[in-house]
T-cell receptor
């Protein structure tokens, strides 16, 4: 079975400071990992994904995520936060060992609040 | 290229009624998944369709059903609505299904309120 955990319900960061939104996962095989962002009254927007290769993945809007296999983590990061980054962030995972049509499992979401 | 579209965007129904939601995937995408999003339960997977066939199903009662048409458009139906069905229903499309690294692209959602 696959699962993903986002340990923080909310993260507050001052504008211009670096931000980190945490995600840990559990899979039987190797993971495919995704980050999505949701703005109020909108659907989820894809930010980035890890498939294989470099542990540092770069995505949209200046976001990046670091894959750490030993810690089973895929934390989302940005060097300098903007007020417009305030939104709900979701981490998601799929297990490479799951053949066929294994569904994507989403975390519970982390609300990011960037303070001016 | 147009994104995923969902209709209607907002809906108010009363208990016991039934509702049908529609989703049009990105052009060329053949897989459509449905999710229910609520403050308490987060994002919960409902089902996934590919080539007009349901490929996967989440843990929802039989009141929740769906189908996919030959043009890949999908509909979701909820019968005998309950108060707890009030939620944002999200549709996501991807190029194919059964490919683990495939990215899903989400529509804006249909917000359903059951009174």
């Amino acid at each position: 079975a696959q699962s993903v955990a986002q340990p923080e319900d909310q993260v507050n960061v001052a504008e211009g400071n670096p931000l980190t939104v945490k995600c840990t996962y559990s899979v039987s095989g190797n993971p495919y990992l995704f980050w999505y962002v949701q703005y109020p009254n909108r659907g989820l927007q894809f930010l980035l994904k890890y498939i294989t290769g470099d542990n540092l993945v770069k995505g949209s809007y200046g976001f990046e995520a670091e894959f750490n296999k030993s810690q089973t983590s895929f934390h989302l990061k940005k060097p300098s936060a903007l007020v417009s980054d305030s939104a709900l962030y979701f981490c998601a995972v799929r297990d490479t060992l799951s053949g066929g049509y294994q569904k994507v499992t989403f975390g519970t979401g982390t609300k990011l609040q960037v303070i001016p | 290229k147009a994104g995923v579209t969902q209709t209607p965007r907002y809906l108010i129904k009363t208990r016991g009624q039934q509702v049908t939601l529609s989703c049009s995937p990105i052009s060329g995408h053949r897989s459509v998944s449905w999710y229910q999003q609520t403050p308490g339960q987060g994002l919960q997977f409902l089902f996934e369709y590919f080539s007009e066939t349901q490929r996967n199903k989440g843990n929802f009662p039989g009141r929740f059903s769906g189908r996919q048409f030959s043009n890949s458009r999908s509909e979701m139906n909820v019968s005998t609505l309950e108060l707890g069905d009030s939620a944002l229903y999200l549709c996501a499309s991807s190029l194919v299904a059964g490919v683990q690294q495939e990215t899903q692209y989400f529509g804006p959602g249909t917000r359903l309120l059951v009174l």
